[in-house]
């Protein structure tokens, strides 16, 4: 077992500079707290971590399958409310409810599919659009004893260890999750067969039809991974946080995690990652400023930036400037080889 680890990190990881990028930023972010321990620097990259999952359930969800989600939140608002639901009425304790919020907001992803299955991208952005804005509304004129009503609901429990110990479990949740959102979008995986599915989805969904994919169900399949996921994000957000309220529920949430995929990169799951880690932090550190009341006007100028000069985002940029894919047998090589490390085949 180690000797086949040890293979895949000589032959898969270390020749390529991108997953080495990768490797070496979570090992940091493991060893953050032995450099700086600090209460709120723990908290800013907890908060961070959980949005990161956002992130990425958006781009699985969106940019894999081309079903662009414009009401994302909503997964994450349910994630919060069923957790902190389960806690207030049942007396469950995270470990039992944010699995179970994050299934809330999974059949929450399969209920807003099922309306909109047969309708065309802009119609479908526009209908999921409409499904948070109901639910802020209605749990706003809920009684307050049931949901908390506008004021949302407080005093939730934190999560075990400390702030130590709720930055290791925060960032455990999010490396898992976003490794298996990875392998489910992975075309080449020998595996998992949802990423080639999912990618001829979005390519072309009358001829991915037409070769007998069913395409209903692998959409519903999407929708119910990408609201799993935002679910256990809005969860543990919750969590960190202690209180759930409407605010979630906000087009400012949905259109926010969309700016992050697009600056990082969409189509890439690594990109969102990316996007939140540059964006979030830097938000965060104008905080308090007259700066930090035109955050959004600000990011969104920054995104159209992207977009005109690195139309595929900044992580897939760098990406392409260090690496190269050889034209015989598509293994990634470094870009300044001449020859391909497997197959000698020339790179220029």
């Not at 979570?26 to 956002?54: M, W």
């Not at 749990?139 to 939730?156: D, H, T």
């Not at 260890?161 to 976003?178: R, T, W």
Request: glycine residues 10%.
């Amino acid at each position: 077992m180690l000797k086949r680890l040890f293979g895949e990190l000589r032959w898969g990881v270390l020749p390529v500079p991108g997953r080495l990028m990768a490797v070496i930023f979570f090992v940091f972010l493991f060893a953050f707290p032995l450099i700086n321990d600090g209460r709120y620097p723990l908290h800013l990259l907890s908060v961070t971590a959980v949005l990161a999952i956002f992130a990425v359930s958006w781009d699985m969800l969106s940019g894999y399958t081309g079903q662009v989600n414009f009401g994302h939140a909503l997964f994450f608002g349910m994630g919060a409310y069923g957790s902190a639901l389960l806690y207030e009425h049942l007396g469950w304790q995270p470990w039992a409810t944010i699995p179970l919020g994050a299934l809330i907001a999974a059949l929450a992803g399969i209920v807003t599919c099922l309306p909109a299955l047969r309708l065309r991208p802009p119609y479908l952005s526009l209908l999921t659009m409409a499904f948070p804005l109901i639910m802020k509304e209605l749990l706003e004129f809920l009684p307050r004893a049931w949901a908390g009503g506008q004021y949302g609901m407080q005093k939730l429990p934190p999560l075990p260890g400390g702030p130590q110990g709720q930055y290791f479990i925060i960032l455990l949740v999010m490396a898992a999750a976003v490794f298996i959102m990875w392998k489910l979008t992975d075309a080449g995986s020998k595996y998992v067969r949802t990423g080639l599915l999912f990618h001829a989805i979005r390519e072309d969904e009358i001829a991915a039809r037409a070769a007998g994919i069913n395409t209903i169900r692998y959409k519903i399949l999407a929708f119910a991974i990408g609201g799993f996921f935002a679910g256990i994000a809005g969860a543990l957000y919750a969590h960190i946080f202690r209180a759930a309220g409407p605010g979630l529920f906000s087009l400012l949430q949905s259109f926010q995690v969309i700016i992050w995929v697009v600056f990082g990169g969409i189509v890439s799951i690594y990109g969102a990652v990316v996007g939140v880690y540059t964006l979030y932090p830097l938000v965060e550190y104008v905080r308090g400023t007259s700066i930090y009341n035109y955050r959004f006007l600000i990011m969104t100028g920054i995104v159209v930036l992207i977009l005109l000069f690195m139309p595929e985002g900044v992580a897939v940029w760098v990406r392409d400037k260090i690496e190269r894919r050889c034209p015989r047998c598509k293994l990634t090589n470094v870009a300044w080889r001449r020859e391909c490390r497997a197959c000698g085949a020339s790179l220029r």
